[in-house]
């Protein structure tokens, strides 16, 4: 399976007293399962408006996004609903993304009965509580009741892992999806999604702004800069030997990069 983003760009319209904004300007990409990618820039550069092009959430202005060679505009219903299950999000959280009313069994349930994963109370429950085991909750009953509040910031970001696997997903696009969190959770976090390519073959497209976590996880990095990718590389290579001076600056004004790998 391929996903990529073919020279899109994506302009908002000009609202009053400002210009057009060109927030992605020609951007291409690859992911592909079991693949770390990492998309870096500083704030404004266009990551998370590339990154809701490519989960369909907004369309983009002129280019466009495919996956195995069918593009996203063009597709069929049934081919959409294959590429929503296929291309899955993780966001940022403060508590956002997960409904404070909705217990985690309901949150992740619903999904299950909704794509028709599973049906019947016994069924769905076991699903649940499957996906709950995969990301490193062992006891996962404890958590089935639980609200959004009642579980730790370390804790919501894995049920929002477990809630996008549940559909078998190839690709998780993760905009900012550890950035809120402490050190040691956050390390906790990186060690499940990596855990999950391994065990699994999903792919990421992760977003951040934070190099350190680039550095431990990544296989492959775009840098973004007012909306362009200005370098792209393996991890390696993007590390130790930068072509673009805004690569170079992006380094030189991350903090300490080994702290992570001390972990
Ligand atoms: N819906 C919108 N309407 C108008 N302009 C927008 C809209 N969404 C984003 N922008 C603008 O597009 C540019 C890129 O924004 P975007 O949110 O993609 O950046 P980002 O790299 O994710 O930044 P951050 O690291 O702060 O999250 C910014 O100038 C932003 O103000
Ligand atoms: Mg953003």
New binding site residues.
């Given amino acids: 399976m391929l996903l990529e983003m073919k020279h899109a760009s994506k302009t908002?319209r000009a609202?009053r007293g400002s210009g057009p904004?060109h927030?992605?300007k020609d951007a291409t990409l690859q992911a592909r399962p079991g693949e770390f990618v990492a998309i870096v820039?500083?704030?404004?550069?266009?990551?998370?408006?590339?990154a809701r092009m490519l989960l369909g959430l907004i369309p983009a202005s002129s280019g466009g996004i495919e996956l195995d060679g069918v593009l996203l505009a063009g597709m069929s219903r049934s081919e959409l609903r294959h590429y929503r299950r296929s291309v899955q999000a993780v966001l940022q959280d403060p508590a956002g993304s997960l409904n404070p009313r909705k217990t985690v069994r309901r949150a992740i349930g619903e999904i299950v009965r909704l794509h028709r994963i599973a049906s019947g109370r016994a069924a769905v429950d076991e699903k649940v509580m499957q996906v709950l085991r995969l990301v490193g909750f062992d006891q996962a009953e404890t958590v089935l009741d639980r609200y959004p509040h009642e579980v730790s910031g370390g804790q919501r970001q894995r049920v929002l892992i477990a809630r996008a696997i549940v559909l078998d997903p190839k690709i998780i696009v993760a905009?900012?999806a550890v950035s809120a969190l402490d050190a040691s959770v956050k390390a906790g976090v990186l060690r499940l999604m990596n855990d999950l390519k391994e065990r699994l073959g999903i792919g990421y497209v992760f977003?951040t702004?934070d190099l350190p976590v680039v550095k431990k996880v990544a296989d492959y990095v775009y840098v973004?800069k007012s909306?362009e990718i200005v370098e792209e590389g393996t991890k390696e290579k993007i590390f130790s030997d930068p072509d673009h001076p805004y690569t170079k600056t992006l380094l030189a004004a991350s903090p300490v990069l080994e702290v992570i790998d001390q972990r």
């Fill in positions: 908002f609202s904004v927030a992605v820039g500083e704030s404004g550069s266009g990551k998370s408006t590339l905009d900012e977003i702004h973004m909306g």
